[in-house]
Structure formats: C-alpha cells, structure tokens
C-alpha cells in the first residue's frame, strides 16, 4: 500500500543532512558545553555557531536568541517573561481568537494573576483586523500576542500593520511564527516585532528543540526556570546540544531552499484545493483563499465526521489530520473553524492537509484516488446526509460560510 504523509504541520521529518550534524553531537562530540575543559569547549562552539544559523535566519543578533524545547517553552517564556516584567506599567494583554493553545491557556494563566485579556475577534478569514488591535490597546496594554501563521487554516495575519500599532503605542509584540518560519520569510525587523517563537520540528529537525528572539532592549526577564547560568541566565538548564545544532543546520537549510520549496508545494497545494473543491461536493476550503502559508489546505465537509475521514484515509496509507495535532485528543470542534463563524455541525467536518518538500504529484493523485470513495461511503452512512433540495438562507451562519451548504 502507498503511503502519503500530509500532516507537515504537525511535525515534519528530520532531513538527513540535519541527522548526520545530530549524530556527531551524541556520540562523538558529547561534552558540556559549560566545562572549561576542550570538551566543553568544541562544543560550546557548535552551540554558538547554531546561533548564529538561526540568528541569520530571522534577521537577529546572535545575543538576541534563547534556545528552548519548542514553541511551547518559547510561547510561555515571551508572555510570562513580558508580563512579569512590566507589571508595574500596566497589566492588559491582547491576543486574538485563533491563537495556538500554547498562546491562549498562557495567556488565560494571567488572566487569573489578575492580569486583564482581550481577546480579539477574527473575520471569516481567519484574519485579525489592524483596527481591532488598535482599539482594544489601553494606557494599561504591556503585550499584543498574534501568531503569523494559523496552524489550523493556514491564514496569514497582517503582522506588518500591527506591529506598526503597537510600537505608536509602546507596546511589546510577540509573534508566534512556528508555523511561518521556514516556509515564507520570516525576517524580525521587517515584521517589526519585539519576540518571536520558532520550533525546530516543523522544519525537518528533531521535536524537543526550539528558539526565541527578543529584540534586544525588549523588556522582559526570566520567570518560568529556576537554575544555572546558561543561555546568559535566560533559560537554566544544560543545552540541548545535538538538537541546538540540528536546529541551525535545519534554519540554514531552510533558508537556502526556501524560494524553490514554498514553490513546489505552492503548486501541489494549489491543485490539491482545486481538485477536492471541484471534484467533491459539499466541501469549502477554510481559512483565506490566498493570504495562506505554502503546502496549507484545510477543509470542512458536510455531513461527515473528520475524525471519520482521518481513520479511512490512514487505513489506505495517507496521514493527516482535523487541525491541531496539540489538541487531537478533544471531542470538541475546532476554536479556530468557530471563531471564523463555521457552525459546530460544519467545523466537525474538518481535516486538514499540509504539504511538505518530499510530496509530489503521484500523492495528489492517490489522495483524490482515496478520498472520493470515502466521502461517498461515509456519506451514504450518515445520518445527517438528506437528499431533499435546500435554498441558501441568508440569516443561516453555515450558508455564509459555505456555497454548497443544506443547512
């Protein structure tokens, strides 16, 4: 049976320049990077010079980069740090609708320290109105927290103009660009925010390790660690050794490939879309039709369960996934797809298709081969599936949403 992975947003695979630059740093090169001795001091400079890779990678500085675990750690170091920080200025954070559950359960943490949250809205989109963060920004606001990338739809925020708010207002801005980096240019002058989160699984190096950026001059201090000096007493903790250098390996490979990949699965994406949204019926794509992040497809079908669709399509080799792979253990449908208007009966239709460097054509054409039975069959079984004609309805929040909708 053919196997096809499309759930690169979830994690992707190490590529084999990235393991063989690991390897060296478990088994051969094994000191700590702390020890005076030679050691400790080779691979300090491995450390350093990973650093730099993923410095260049973003437009920082080399002193303006913390490794971490993920972008979990990141997430929570940029707002706790920001918050405790500046908490003699004000104690108002704003953050919007579709954020990451490592954005949304931090900032909620706050919430019950006594911080106060705004959370804004987003359109049908998915994308955060410029204006809307603007008028929610108080003399108390600390901290505007706003992915770059939605990890559910793939929209793109306009951070741009946001960031341009934010510093007329003084106010600190964190971008949570795990899903961003590696696929478009992610440069951290010209998106003019002040942290920013990377995560080293999404762009073919191992899980466990990740970065975050803070603009030098940014106000914020360490409040989750408690430990050693390391990472100028940023981040305690021994280093990450083989995952820090498999990170700056994977950031300067990404760089470098960057232009040719977000092309070649720009191209798969965009007949993946045009093949299921003309192929199957009943089916809208979500998220915005073209401010979206390369090899990023989400769908909802009607009256269809994703959860329904993902166990078929894994029986016949193809991995994917209804959203977050964070929150693939909940029953409840997506606080993304709901924030953008999508019905709950609708959003339980979702799955969510992302491309990376490695799919080719062949795979498009064993998908759509797969998933035209499937949606027949489980539709055949439902119960939610009539036959009888509908008319659009213009008070009907699905009809907004969806063309082909029989609400």
């Known amino acids: 049976m053919r196997r096809v992975y499309m759930d690169h947003s979830a994690t992707t695979p190490v590529r084999a320049e990235v393991a063989e630059e690991m390897y060296k740093y478990i088994i051969d090169n094994f000191g700590n990077p702390t020890s005076l001795h030679s050691f400790g001091r080779q691979v300090r400079n491995a450390v350093e010079e990973a650093r730099e890779n993923v410095a260049a990678s973003i437009g920082a500085k080399t002193n303006e980069i913390v490794f971490t675990s993920g972008g979990t750690e990141s997430d929570n170091m940029a707002i706790h740090g920001v918050a405790h920080a500046n908490k003699n200025k004000g104690n108002h954070i704003i953050t919007s609708a579709v954020e990451h559950h490592a954005v949304i359960n931090t900032v909620k943490a706050l919430g019950k320290e006594g911080f106060t949250i705004t959370i804004v809205p987003v359109d049908k989109h998915g994308v955060v109105d410029p204006d809307d963060v603007a008028n929610a920004i108080t003399e108390k606001t600390i901290l505007v927290t706003i992915m770059h990338a939605n990890n559910e739809v793939g929209t793109i925020q306009p951070i741009q103009e946001i960031s341009k708010i934010t510093r007329e207002h003084g106010v600190i801005f964190h971008t949570d660009a795990v899903q961003s980096f590696g696929k478009i240019p992610v440069n951290v002058d010209d998106l003019g925010v002040d942290l920013l989160t990377i995560s080293g699984h999404k762009i073919y190096a191992p899980k466990g390790i990740g970065a975050l950026y803070i603009r030098k001059g940014t106000r914020w201090k360490q409040s989750l660690f408690h430990g050693g000096s390391q990472e100028r007493l940023r ?74 669709m993902l166990l078929s399509l894994d029986m016949k080799g193809i991995a994917a996934s209804s959203g977050s792979a964070c929150t693939s253990g909940s029953l409840e449908p997506s606080h993304v797809l709901l924030s953008m208007g999508i019905p709950h009966e609708v959003a339980h239709g979702s799955i969510r298709l992302t491309l990376g460097r490695d799919n080719t054509e062949e795979d498009i054409d064993y998908f759509m081969e797969v998933m035209q039975p499937i949606v027949e069959r489980l539709r055949a079984m439902s119960p939610l599936d009539q036959e009888t004609e509908f008319e659009m309805n213009s008070e009907c929040e699905a009809c907004k949403v969806s063309s082909s909708c029989r609400a």
């Open 235 to 308: 981040r305690a903790g021994t280093e990450n050794v083989a995952g820090i250098v498999a990170l700056g390996k994977a950031c300067r490979l990404a760089t470098d490939d960057l232009e040719s990949e977000a092309r070649h699965i720009s191209q798969l994406r965009d007949r993946l879309i045009e093949e299921v949204t003309s192929k199957i019926s009943y089916v809208n794509i979500t998220g915005h039709p073209t401010r979206r992040i390369p090899g990023h497809a989400s769908f909802c079908f009607q009256y269809i369960e994703g959860e329904s």
